[in-house]
């Protein structure tokens, strides 16, 4: 082995751990690629977190409302159960059609 050969195994040594490392930080377990994965992933979820908190407030004024405004109760038991006090008329409608009255 002459000295330039074995002066280019010398310098490509290091060279190659370096390029190993910085390949496996970025592609290895738990590397860059995992991080930027679990980020989205992150974002996701709280995305689908926010979109359900959204839903259970909604959900909440309405048990609220239920709570204390009796024409909505009345209403959807009227138009959930298709109950109604006595002597009371319900009209269903399909577009600007009467389909049913009880």
Do not use: C
Request: a negative charge; aromatic letters at 10%.
């Amino acid at each position: 082995m002459d000295a330039r050969t074995r002066h280019i195994l010398v310098l490509s040594g290091p060279f190659v751990f370096i390029v190993g490392i910085i390949g496996f930080t970025i592609f290895g377990e738990g590397g860059a690629r995992d991080v930027w994965r679990l980020e989205r992933e992150a974002d996701v979820s709280q995305q689908r977190w926010a979109e359900a908190d959204v839903a259970n407030d909604r959900r909440l004024f309405e048990i609220q409302r239920q709570k204390t405004d009796h024409l909505q109760v009345e209403r959807l038991a009227a138009d959930e159960l298709g109950l109604a006090r006595p002597g009371a008329t319900l009209y269903w409608f399909e577009g600007d059609e009467i389909v049913r009255v009880r």
